[in-house]
């Protein structure tokens, strides 16, 4: 009897072999058929498979292909400053920095006059968002 348990014990190893089937008429007619692509392609009357793969592929090569290197947005989007993630880990970091040492020297307040700060602001970030959404 096997008692219960939360490892996973090995187990052991089952001999299986796969048995593998070769057919000579199957073999024989992809040979021929190799042969005759070959011969079509030499004399330009198909087309060969690496002219077939660029014209599938055409213009759709990758667009990140580059992208690093270069240093720039894929697609060429450009990003203002104020959009970018840096930035705005910046301000973030320096909220979380500034809450922590107003705390220890002022105590509870420096915590209220952060959050109307924060609220105050963001709410003059919408306003103008709304006047600008009205001029255009």
């Known amino acids: 009897m096997k008692f219960p348990s939360i490892f996973k014990t090995a187990k052991p190893m089952r001999f299986d072999i796969k048995p593998r089937y070769y057919d000579p008429v199957r073999e024989e007619i992809e040979q021929r058929t190799e042969r005759i692509r070959r011969e ?47 930035i705005l880990r910046l301000v973030i970091l320096i909220f979380l920095v500034g809450s922590f040492f107003g705390y220890v020297y002022l105590g509870p307040v420096i915590l209220y006059v952060l959050g109307y700060g924060g609220v105050s602001i963001a709410g003059l970030l919408f306003l103008n968002r709304l006047r600008k959404g009205r001029i255009r």
């Open 40 to 86: 079509l392609q030499a004399d330009g009357k198909i087309a060969s498979e690496d002219s077939e793969r660029q014209r599938l592929q055409g213009d759709y090569g990758s667009g990140i292909r580059g992208a690093f290197a270069q240093g720039g947005s894929i697609g060429g989007r450009k990003s203002s400053a104020a959009s970018q993630t840096g």
